[in-house]
């Protein structure tokens, strides 16, 4: 049976580089295919272990050990083209001659006059021109009465025989031998020599190569209808960020309308100096409008790069179950799950997700302009560093590393009314305080008050509302009270939800302290996964069920709790309830983080009131990043340590930045 060329071929024959119809192709992972020529000139460095670019899809692929030629063609892909040059070989040439006859050597002892040396038709099989005589032997010998043989005009027209009728399917390495079974240990077609020889079993798992290209056709539906609906998903991000990018360029417009009318106002008396504030402005929305376009690219190019490779391995797919041959749908297998299980893995909501933030730009004027220099007024968008100024902390100073105030374990830090540094020393079961420039200034032991005889890990200090030191105990489920002076006051035990006290050494461990706006002190209990809620004085009100380990705790202005993990992971707004707000997502330009020192900015805050979060990245980036209370992603403060970071603090005017180090056993002063 015969189908039609073109329907088959569609545009998977041609390169993706120059358009024509492929000459010796190649085919790259994600299953675009190109003339070997153009890929090579498309290729820069075609050493192995180098890069190329899918100028299609925009995905990178190492070139392999051996080169672009370890790229082969989808078999499918080069059968149809290798029919469609015969066809367009056929239409450019009016007489071909007849190849059966050349090859027998009988040419001279034709009769010109009653046999035509002009090819008439084409075997598939022998893979001859035929004559008019050859014709009528392949018709008359046994031997060949199965052959498929097609009219040069039935060619011409695009009429090819099925691949399944055609293919031979001879092994490269055993010549004569057939393909007729599947290794699905190295996911090939092989022959009975190969079972033989190279895929031994039990080594090697082999199956008929006829069951395996039906199984495999079966999976590749599957992975098609799971493909089709993440098209959905993908279609509708690619939309929504390209109306993002549409909403983002009208606020730009907006903004610099804003700003050339603020400019007007004030050009009568400052036209010089006002066209260099000018400058100076829209250079900074410049920035912002680069920065976010540049966003807004990444994430369309993902999306679009994404809706290619699903298109195409639709394409491949439907193919294979159309036209393929069962040895096309065993080969190209491997490729085609590859991308299929790519593409059905991407989630749009998280490519977009960088984007949401960026439409919320806004261009507010300067009221006061009593300086020398005129400064009309600020951009803002939803990546700027909302009204901190925009600098490099300055590593002001370092101590508690030397002599007898040397830390053995860093762990948290706080600090007091009156610029006093107070530090838990982990391993020693101290907590040391040093004056506002640093000098150690005295120490006391939290080890006391309830004499069970085990030793004290001290983890968070606070400094509570009533002026006192709040101290919990990795080793204990007790909150411990001191005066600034560091002398004992009292103790309390932590309460589950389901109203089971926990209050001897080793029951569980204490961890996060916080408190909220009722002057209430929050425990953060990391063996039960609660948060305990009491008055000053220790008398239970509550307890929170949490899902993750509290770690460090930190209340917003507005009572939302922050929950920092204990472990990898984002980490958790809260309300008083338990219920999850929303969460920091792990920063912008970081694979992943372990959250654990927090505390709540509320001098710096937004015009609407919103704190912003200070976040000790401990392990994978060692760095401290700032988000807005609700989650938003704004910046990184401070990175590049060298060692564990756990707790920070900030002073009373949020203008020093202090951070536990805890291998390093200092803490670390930045002016931000």
């Known amino acids: 049976m015969a189908a039609s060329m073109t329907s088959q071929s569609c545009d998977l024959t041609k390169c993706s580089k120059c358009h024509q119809l492929l000459k010796s192709p190649r085919s790259l992972p994600c299953l675009h295919s190109y003339c070997t020529t153009c890929l090579e000139k498309h290729t820069k460095d075609s050493s192995p272990n180098s890069k190329v670019k899918c100028v299609e899809c925009g995905e990178e692929f190492d070139i392999p050990p051996g080169g672009l030629k370890e790229w082969q063609p989808l078999a499918i892909v080069h059968r149809l083209t290798e029919q469609k040059a015969m066809q367009l070989h056929l239409m450019s040439e009016e007489t071909i001659q007849c190849t059966a006859c050349v090859w027998f050597g009988k040419e001279e002892e034709q009769d010109a006059k009653s046999v035509s040396p002009t090819a008439v038709a084409r075997c598939t099989d022998c893979d001859d021109y035929l004559c008019k005589r050859c014709f009528a032997i392949h018709k008359s010998q046994r031997s060949m009465k199965d052959h498929l043989v097609f009219t040069l005009n039935e060619l011409r027209e695009g009429k090819v025989p099925d691949a399944s009728a055609t293919e031979q399917k001879i092994c490269v390495k055993h010549k004569g031998e057939t393909l007729l079974f599947y290794c699905e240990t190295c996911d090939v077609p092989i022959c009975r020599q190969c079972v033989v020889i190279t895929h031994r079993h039990p080594e090697h798992k082999q199956a008929e190569l006829e069951k395996v290209a039906t199984e495999k056709n079966e999976q590749l539906q599957q992975m098609q209808e799971s493909c089709g609906k993440n098209e959905k998903e993908v279609n509708k991000a690619l939309e929504e960020i390209r109306k993002i990018r549409r909403d983002f360029e009208l606020a730009v417009s907006e903004a610099r309308i804003q700003i050339k009318g603020t400019v007007q106002k004030l050009k009568s008396s400052f036209l010089k100096r006002l066209d260099e504030a000018q400058k100076d ?59 299929l299980d790519d593409v059905v893995a991407a989630e749009p909501s998280s490519i977009i997700h960088a984007g949401k933030h960026l439409t919320d730009v806004k261009f507010e004027d300067n009221k006061d302009q009593n300086s020398d220099k005129i400064v009309i007024g600020r951009v803002f968008s939803g990546s700027t560093r909302s009204k901190r100024e925009n ?128 002057q209430q002190v929050l425990a953060g209990n990391i063996t039960h996964n609660f948060i305990s809620c009491h008055s000053l004085d220790g008398v239970h009100q509550k307890s929170i069920k949490v899902t993750i380990r509290p770690s460090f705790l930190a209340v917003t202005s507005r009572g939302s709790i922050l929950v920092s993990p204990n472990s990898s992971g984002d980490v958790q707004i809260i ?28 001098c710096f805050n ?50 020093q930045l202090f951070v536990a180090c805890y291998n390093n056993k200092s803490v670390k002063c930045f002016e931000i």
């Open 281 to 339: 402005t829209e250079e900074e929305l410049n920035t912002v409008e680069k920065e976010g376009l540049e966003t807004i690219k990444t994430a369309d190019d993902q999306l679009t790069s994404i809706i290619s490779r699903i298109s195409t391995a639709k394409a491949v797919t439907k193919l294979l179950k159309e036209n393929g041959s069962e040895f096309e749908v065993a080969s190209d297998y491997g490729s085609l799950k590859a991308v």
């Open 391 to 518: 600098k490099t902390p300055i590593l002001k100073m370092e101590f508690g590393n030397v002599g007898i105030e040397s830390f053995s374990a860093a762990l948290d830090v706080a600090v007091t009314p009156t610029g006093a540094i107070a530090a838990t020393d982990h391993n020693t079961g101290i907590v040391k305080i040093f004056n506002a420039d640093g000098a150690f200034k005295s120490a006391f032991n939290v080890n006391v008050g309830v004499d069970d005889g085990i030793s004290s890990n001290p983890w968070c200090v606070q400094v509570g509302p009533d002026n006192l030191f709040y101290v919990t105990d990795y080793s204990s489920p007790y909150v411990k009270i001191f005066d600034l002076q560091g002398t004992y006051k009292r103790y309390f035990h932590t309460v589950s939800p389901d109203k089971v006290a926990y209050n001897t050494h080793g029951s569980s461990s204490v961890c996060g302290l916080a408190f909220n706006c009722k």
């Open 575 to 602: 309300d008083e309830d338990g219920k999850i707000l929303s969460k920091l997502q792990t920063p912008i330009g970081v694979s992943s983080w372990t959250p654990e020192g927090l505390v709540i900015s509320k």
């Open 606 to 655: 937004a015009d609407d009131g919103e704190d912003e979060v200070f976040v000790a990245d401990y392990v994978n980036g060692c760095a401290v990043y700032r988000y807005s209370a609700s989650g938003k992603y704004i910046d990184c403060v401070t990175k590049g340590f060298s060692h564990y970071i756990y707790g920070i603090a900030l002073s009373a005017d949020e203008k």
